[in-house]
């Protein structure tokens, strides 16, 4: 075959990828500058009304980017559940209140199954040589690289009270944050400019004060679940820090330091 047959085929399909690539980039650019209807935005409102508290600007561009996440992600209903606008209006803003001030993008989610309630799990636990197989009964998990499963119930649940410290969409979201990083360990990819130690430091000295909380049973603002391990105290310090904020930045104000400088937000003075 003659080299230039061959070099204008190579050029050709370079032109190709480069085209798909604008497109692509034209299309969420399109995306992120496309605010809800009112009617959707009616619906988040009631659904979630954390958003309520945020700032106007945040509030549009937490438009665009669930625009963006909703032409991304398919979603997938379990056991016979139908999934309609307002379940996926929900999920899709309270998910993406943990992006809205942020670079960072879901990269590599492409579904959500959605079950009607918890869900059974199975998991094996290791005795010596031996491994035993258990269902548990979940609320949500989050696949490296997807998909997030949830429980309607509670995501429902979740998104309807935005005061109570529990939130299975931001836990499970938080977790995906978390992976972006390649590994999902408690240390997300950090904002430019924010130090290591400096979020090391404050994070593990509120999980040593979690666990020693929990430990002389003493009642905790993060949740319990928190105590588990470190990936798991990050995603409920996140939940912590959207819906109990003044309380959290009172009780341990380097760790609110250090995720308002991650995610960009201080949800404490939103009023």
Known sequence: MSPWIVLAAALLIAALLLYRWYARAQKRKALLATPLTPQQRVVVERLVPLV????QNLRLTLEGKMNRFLDQVTFHGQNGLEVGEETRLSIAAQ???LIVNSPVWYDTLRNVLIYPSAFLTHRGTHDGHLIHENNHATLGESWARGPVILSWDDALHGGLDATDGHNVVIHEFAHQLDGLSGHTNGIP???KGQAYAGWETAMLDAYHDHVERLERGEH??????GATNHEEFFAEA???FFERPAALRREEPALYAQLA???ALDPAAWG
């Open 220 to 225: 905790t603002l993060i949740d319990p679940y």
């Open 238 to 240: 996140i939940v912590t």
């Open 189 to 191: 990819i950090l904002r």
């Open 95 to 97: 998910a993406c209140l």
């Open 261 to 263: 400088e991650l995610l």
């Open 52 to 55: 309520r508290r945020l700032p």
